[in-house]
């Protein structure tokens, strides 16, 4: 097990210029543009499958990573060039663990290569959860598969809602109910790979923040699946169904295994927001003169500043620890893998607010791009698990108690 440190090694320390240098020449140019267009930004996602940064073997590397930092300094580095568009270019992601959480060695080599493509001829992959009455309440799920034994193979009915890269995408990994009786524990993924009839995109969403970001409904009717693409086999399905109907124990529920290992991962990218509103402000508050000197030697101005730059660094303390944790299958007994969001999170939004208020009016207007951080910032509290979750989660694995 890597011992957890706050020095980066060599590899970490080049990952992070590397990928600094792509955010701040390629992303951040063209933030302002793709968040009022509103639009997938498919040459910005071409220039990282390009240089290597959109495809399975930079992925995989990263995730690979022993110490769990690498996919987090990632994320954060992109996040400040633009959360919108990091999610563009990383939103595929959360597709792959889900067939990693949930798939066989041999469904992994075949659907994840998929999500990717190759530089020219450029893949999505979508993860599909949240409905229109089950956001929070993952136990909830009305989307239904059943098992056509005739012709093997699954029929799945049903809606998502605020999928990213939803009906867009070349392949869905959805998470529908088996056994609605059992709840969460009679939920299985399952696969749905391009060309595949019934399945659609609904409604885009018209955003406040992450605007590159494609958010939509995905609309399941009739869609047919082969047996195959249940991730995991129908074999281990059957012995998991049939220890919940006995009251067994079980693994961890097929969606909250893909969230628990990507919230460390969000609170990067919260981090990535927080860290380039901070850096703006500040540089902003050393430029700015108002009664005959620069504004940041006013206390009110500084004291902004230090707290910002106190909480952004605490926020990737609590990521960094839970990134490390899940890497190295450190269990988190106290919630560490939420307290890492929900910190980072609220500190995006706090710190992007105070950047607002630093610039004064010209933070409100969109000549400066205060105001498009504290819009994209908000979303972290609410995606992946709200804020008012992620503190359930926390009190539930603090105190022992089953708090509603």
């Not at 063209?30 to 968040?35: F, G, I, L, S």
């Not at 979508?126 to 009305?142: C, I, N, Q």
């Not at 195959?228 to 067994?248: V, W």
């Not at 919230?263 to 850096?279: D, F, K, S, T």
Request: proline fraction near 4%; hydrophobic fraction near 45%.
């Amino acid at each position: 097990m890597p011992e957890f440190s706050l020095e980066l090694n060599e590899d970490q320390r080049t990952l992070r210029g590397w990928v600094h240098e792509f955010a701040e020449q390629v992303v951040r140019p063209v933030a302002h543009e793709w968040d009022e267009r509103e639009e997938t930004p498919w040459p910005v996602i071409e220039e990282a499958a390009k240089v290597g940064m959109y495809d399975l073997e930079f992925v995989a590397t990263t995730f690979a990573d022993p110490t769990g930092l690498s996919m987090a300094i990632t994320f954060e580095e992109m996040s400040w060039g633009d959360a919108g568009i990091c999610l563009a270019i990383f939103g595929s992601t959360l597709a792959v663990a889900g067939i990693m959480n949930a798939g066989t060695p041999e469904q992994q080599m075949e659907w994840i290569p998929q999500c990717f493509g190759t530089p020219g001829d450029l893949k999505l992959a979508a993860f599909g959860v949240s409905e229109p009455d089950a956001g929070s309440d993952v136990s909830s799920l009305k989307t239904r598969a059943v098992y056509d034994e005739a012709a093997d193979e699954w029929v799945l009915n049903g809606t998502k809602t605020w999928i990213t890269n939803g009906g867009l995408a070349n392949l869905h990994v959805i998470v529908a109910s088996v056994d609605p009786t059992l709840g969460s524990r009679g939920q299985a993924s399952f696969v749905v790979p391009e060309g595949t009839k019934g399945i659609s995109q609904g409604r885009k969403f018209q955003k406040m923040g992450i605007r590159a970001s494609h958010t939509a409904e995905v609309l399941l009717e009739e869609c047919r699946v082969p047996g195959r693409n249940l991730l995991g086999g129908k074999e281990k399905l059957d012995a998991r169904l049939a220890r919940a109907r006995e009251g067994r124990s079980s693994s961890t529920q097929t969606a909250m295994a893909t969230f628990e290992a990507s919230r460390p991962l969000i609170g990067a990218q919260a981090i990535g927001i927080a860290r380039a509103a901070y850096e703006y402000a500040l540089a902003y508050a050393k430029e700015r003169v108002q009664f005959g000197r620069a504004i940041i030697q006013n206390q009110a101005i500084a004291f902004k500043l230090a707290d910002m730059r106190t909480q952004i660094d605490a926020a990737r303390l609590l990521v960094w620890r839970a990134a490390w944790m899940a890497a190295t299958r450190t269990p988190f007994s106290a919630g560490e893998g939420s307290m890492s969001k929900l910190h980072a999170g609220e500190t995006a939004v706090r710190v992007t607010d105070e950047a607002i208020q630093i610039l004064g009016g010209a933070g409100y207007v969109r000549d400066h791009p205060v105001e498009q951080w504290h819009r994209d910032a908000k979303i972290y509290t609410i995606f992946e698990g709200t804020s008012e979750i992620q503190r359930l989660i926390i009190a539930r694995a603090v105190s022992g108690v089953h708090i509603a």
